[in-house]
């Protein structure tokens, strides 16, 4: 199993361009979560969605969308990117009947940074 | 709000030196869960505890244990006979049950560096 994959692993962008960090699950999970990691600051929860056709917001949702047309699937969309969203991105899933009650498996991380 | 405070920035000590993480929590919640994540140099985050509000028995798993004290708000993890590949981030967070299910705060994190 490959557990919980985040593509691409750095990305530099220009201020005002948008793009997509990609996340996949293969443990049939139902709960998925994207967390940044800023210096300082620990992990905190942007969007999560506890199975395919549901999101919510998190602590810090704004500038970024997300959808989950399937169990497999997260993709965090940053819509116009400024440097504050410079950081570590990290997608995870857990086990439903919980959601983030249950311990999380997460990916390598994202590092992104917005010049 | 669930808030979590790892106070303790970075700590350093020798190697075979026992170490404790502190981590306090605040939630409104009477049912809650609460984590400990590390992340070693290489970046990726590893689960290592989770308790639940109702169980506040101790846990010793080889070197690591845990103890979670309600009174005081505290979930504090202790190396014992530290090593050096425990050098690392680590990670306390909180979930709440009820009022938040689906809503996970960390702290700001531990950096430990254990030295030969």
């Known amino acids: 199993n490959a557990g919980v994959t985040q593509t691409p692993k750095f990305q530099v962008l220009k201020t005002g361009q948008s793009m997509t960090l990609q996340c996949a699950q293969d443990m049939n999970h139902e709960y998925m979560s994207w967390y940044r990691q800023d210096p300082g600051m620990g992990l905190r929860l942007i969007h999560y969605?506890?199975?395919?056709?549901?999101?919510d917001q998190g602590e810090v949702p704004n500038g970024y969308n997300v959808s989950r047309s399937t169990t497999e699937d997260f993709p965090l969309r940053l819509l116009s990117a400024a440097p504050s969203q410079t950081s570590v991105y990290f997608c995870a899933s857990s086990t439903g009947g919980g959601g983030s009650n249950q311990p999380q498996h997460f990916g390598d991380g994202t590092r992104l940074s917005i010049l | 709000a669930q808030k979590v405070t790892q106070a303790q920035t970075e700590i350093s000590v020798v190697e075979k030196e026992d170490v404790t993480l502190d981590c306090v929590y605040e939630?409104?919640?009477?049912?809650?869960?609460l984590f400990w994540y590390k992340q070693p140099p290489s970046g990726e985050l590893v689960f290592l505890i989770r308790?639940?509000?109702?169980?506040?028995q101790n846990e010793i798993s080889g070197r690591y244990s845990w103890n979670f004290q309600k009174s005081t708000s505290s979930f504090n993890f202790t190396i014992t006979a530290s090593q050096v590949v425990d050098s690392a981030v680590y990670f306390c967070a909180l979930s709440e049950g009820v009022y938040n299910n689906n809503d996970m705060r960390f702290g700001a994190g531990t950096r430990l560096t254990v030295k030969p």
């Open positions: 939630t409104r919640d009477t049912t809650y869960y």
């Open positions: 969605s506890v199975g395919a056709g549901i999101t």
């Open positions: 308790r639940n509000s109702f169980d506040e």
